[in-house]
């Protein structure tokens, strides 16, 4: 059975569908083993990069952009695995 893990973000400058994509990508790049679950304690330990304003502020438009870009991948990666799946039938 799979619990979910919750996050709480804190503040109104740090976007939350920026901050899924972030973890997501934080995931695949780190050493964690395959097969381990991402638990609480993995979770707390993964870094993510945060865009920064020219002002030296956290920037939530810069993450809403990236975060638009990580969705619309994500959009390409599913409609390929359908025409992959198509192709396959």
Known sequence: MMMPIEIEIVGE?????Y???AIR????TSRFQYNA???QKR????KIKVPIADD????????QVLANKFEGLE???QQEEKFAKNLDE
């Open 43 to 46: 979770l707390s330990e993964l």
């Open 37 to 39: 679950k991402l638990c």
């Open 13 to 17: 400058k740090v976007d939350p569908n």
């Open 56 to 63: 030296g502020t956290i920037s939530k438009e810069k993450q």
């Open 25 to 28: 990508a934080s995931v695949a």
């Open 75 to 77: 959009n390409l990666k």
């Open 19 to 21: 901050v899924l994509y």
